[in-house]
């Protein structure tokens, strides 16, 4: 048995949760195994649109289990919220098919502080979640994690750790010190409604792998935001490339990577984007594809594929295949660009430098091709797609060295078009 990862090929907003909905009707859990509430999914189930930020994808299909691994940066407020704004809507959501690590670090309203102190000076373009420095308490040793909340005491003492470290950097600041009976006011006014969710997910996981049961492995973000192997220091505050699966929900196994790239480039927030298009091509792809975030509703940088990128993804998490999405946001198109390397002055580069400074002044190389000009949004079948977008589909297959498995042409959670037969994934 082999299980899948879902990673995001580029800088997030790549349409992964759709594909992981699609997928796991196949499957029988979903781990979510790194991020926070940073992350935005959006599904479209017969013309309702669910926009999940914490919960796997899974939640939307009935008799799956949905598992958040100990990865995760989990605000138990923005938690709740989202699982009771789909309660309310008819989705069942209880402690036997959600289940939360008991390792979770907990993000409070320190660390959403923080970050507002911190990102007027950085300018990295963060969603202002407390995510980071969440993450920054966890490797620090200070966290408050899901599991502190089952003891008082613990976590009396926990908090006043915790406050140690941020009242001293609010001091330098100017700013107010944070009362430690507040954060317990918050902490406690969520315990009773987030811990019926927690479980010991490694130990859930390894039996449902005895079981022989599926699971999919759910990312967050993109490749090009991974805290070691981005665009540094415009990332997230996580890995996000497919090893993280097995730290992040704590189940060594045989998996197989599915990468998820648009078949063109976006990018929320600051950094290096080298085929971005500050023109009409832009602005196109910008109004077509509805490019907004879904958690920080900021306007998405858009450009040309990039297929240096996407190579190097390929690699960084071992994909086996690709799906492809938002193809029918070029059907307008007269022709169509792939980025096939780059140039910094006399250099040319195969992949992305680590080093900021060149990557501001790469000069994307591309080649040109044909486009289709007819109308996919929708379509189902892949003999009724345009010979022009076949070869750019191929043309992608070959610069990026893995085959690509499937092809969604709408936001609708139907709208897939299946190149390779899906029992190679299961």
């Known amino acids: 048995m082999r299980n899948i990862v879902i990673v995001g090929l580029q800088w997030g907003d790549e349409g992964k949760g759709k594909i992981?909905?699609?997928?796991?009707?196949?499957?029988?859990?979903?781990?979510?195994?790194?991020g926070g509430n940073n992350a935005g999914h959006t599904i479209v189930v017969d013309d309702q649109i669910y926009k999940l930020n914490l919960l796997p994808s899974a939640v939307l299909r009935p008799g799956k289990v949905s598992l958040i691994g100990?990865?995760?940066?989990?605000?138990?407020?923005?938690?709740?919220?989202?699982?009771?704004?789909?309660?309310?809507?008819?989705?069942?959501?209880?402690?036997?098919?959600?289940m939360v690590s008991e390792s979770c670090p907990l993000i409070l309203s320190v660390h959403k502080a923080k970050e507002a102190l911190f990102e007027d000076s950085d300018k990295i373009g963060t969603t202002n979640k407390g995510i980071g420095p969440c993450y920054e308490d966890k490797?620090?040793?200070?966290?408050?994690?899901?599991?502190?909340?089952e003891s008082q005491d613990l976590l009396d003492q926990r908090i006043e750790v915790l406050l140690n470290y941020h009242n001293i950097i609010r001091q330098g600041?100017?700013?107010?010190?944070?009362?430690?009976?507040?954060?317990?006011?918050?902490?406690?006014?969520?315990?009773s409604k987030i811990l019926p969710y927690k479980k010991c997910i490694w130990n859930i996981l390894s039996n449902f792998k005895a079981e022989g049961r599926e699971i999919i492995f759910e990312g967050a973000q993109g490749t090009f935001l991974d805290i070691d192997h981005g665009t540094y220091p415009f990332v997230t505050s996580s890995n996000t490339i497919a090893a993280q699966a097995i730290l992040g929900s704590g189940l060594f196994s045989n998996n197989h990577v599915v990468g998820i790239a648009k078949a063109y480039t976006t990018r929320v927030g600051n950094g290096p984007f080298p085929t971005e298009q500050k023109n009409d091509v832009g602005n196109s792809l910008f109004t077509r594809g509805k490019e907004l975030g879904t958690v920080s509703n900021r306007k998405r940088r858009c450009g040309w594929f990039d297929a240096v990128l996407i190579r190097q993804a390929v690699k960084l998490s071992g994909v086996s295949s690709i799906v492809l999405t938002k193809l029918d946001i070029l059907d307008s198109f007269n022709t169509v660009k792939i980025c096939i390397k780059y140039k910094c002055g006399n250099d040319e580069f195969d992949y992305l430098p680590a080093l900021y400074e060149v990557q501001e002044k790469l000069e994307p190389v591309y080649e040109e091709l044909p486009g289709w000009q007819q109308n996919t949004y929708g379509q189902r079948f892949s003999h009724k797609l345009h010979i022009n977008l076949v070869k750019y589909v191929e043309r992608i297959e070959e610069l990026v060295g893995v085959p690509i498995s499937l092809i969604s042409t709408s936001p609708n959670r139907e709208d897939i078009i299946v190149l390779k037969d899906l029992n190679f994934l299961f």
């Open 70 to 98: 100990n990865g995760v940066a989990l605000d138990p407020y923005a938690l709740i919220k989202e699982i009771e704004l789909l309660q309310s809507k008819g989705i069942e959501i209880n402690p036997d098919n959600l």
């Open 20 to 34: 992981v909905d699609y997928l796991a009707s196949r499957a029988d859990a979903v781990v979510r195994f790194q």
């Open 173 to 191: 600041f100017g700013s107010d010190l944070i009362n430690k009976e507040d954060i317990m006011r918050e902490i406690l006014g969520i315990a």
């Open 139 to 149: 490797v620090g040793r200070r966290a408050i994690r899901l599991c502190d909340l």
